[in-house]
């Protein structure tokens, strides 16, 4: 099974529309992390939001917030007022707490943003 | 403020030949993770790395790679006798280390390197 789902290959969105992306996960461990990072096409990781799995409030970070629905699995990321430069590739990862496997994020497979003028 | 520095950014190899990546951590941080990134792909984890130990290596191919991190110098993942298939991105990422069992510690990613065996 996989741990991390992100079910939309590519997205469309108009510039200054708010564009929801998904992310399912897979995990047993009552403590865990989950995180987004943004990879433009010039190819390096940028990190954007994090959410832990004991926060009860929502993840926010200027024009990035996450969905968190715990009982779904579910930690979608919102961007508000999408701008130009926000198109990319995003991944969603997940950090698990169990025995020396602590350190790995597990990525998913991606969702390519454009956003159109 | 540096942050997580890799080099060579760009590297090509012949097939036999050694690849050495290097990765120097942001100021202050003791955790070094690898990753390698295949062409229209996520990134998947290889290696683990705290000062002078191996945390977790379960990513990594059994055969013709290692990584290490010196008390000293830069963490070095190394591919001997480099094959086609090793061409990709090869991302280093590090975190302070102090919130690591809790899933709280943000991993913060270098450039990149991009290896290319012909």
């Known amino acids: 099974a996989q741990k991390i789902t992100q079910t939309q290959p590519g997205m469309f969105v108009q510039e200054k529309e708010a564009v929801t992306l998904d992310c399912t996960y897979d995990?047993?461990?009552?403590?865990?992390?989950l995180f987004w990072y943004k990879q433009p096409s010039s190819g390096e990781m940028i990190f954007l939001i994090y959410q832990g799995s004991y926060d009860e409030q929502n993840a926010t970070e200027g024009r990035y917030s996450l969905n968190f629905q715990k009982a779904r699995k579910s930690a979608n990321l919102v961007i508000s007022a999408s701008q130009l430069g926000d198109s990319a590739m995003y991944f969603c990862a997940m950090r698990e707490v169990r025995g020396t496997s602590y350190g790995k994020l597990t990525f998913g497979q991606g969702t390519i943003l454009t956003v159109h003028p | 403020n540096a942050g997580v520095m890799q080099n060579p950014r760009h590297l090509v190899r012949r097939r036999g030949q050694e690849a050495r990546l290097r990765c120097s951590p942001m100021k202050g941080h003791s955790h070094v993770y690898w990753y390698r990134q295949l062409p229209e792909e996520g990134l998947k984890f290889m290696v683990y790395?705290?000062?002078?130990?191996?945390?977790?290596e379960s990513g990594m191919p059994k055969e013709r790679f290692s990584a290490e991190f010196p008390k000293e110098g830069p963490s070095i993942l190394r591919i001997q006798q480099v094959v086609r298939g090793d061409s990709a991105a090869y991302f280093c990422?590090?975190?302070?280390?102090?919130?690591?069992?809790?899933?709280?510690?943000?991993?913060?990613f270098g450039p990149g390197t991009r290896l290319l065996v012909l």
């Open positions: 790395l705290q000062k002078e130990n191996i945390i977790d």
């Open positions: 995990t047993s461990d009552q403590s865990y992390g």
């Open positions: 990422a590090s975190s302070p280390g102090e919130g690591a069992r809790y899933g709280l510690e943000t991993q913060y």
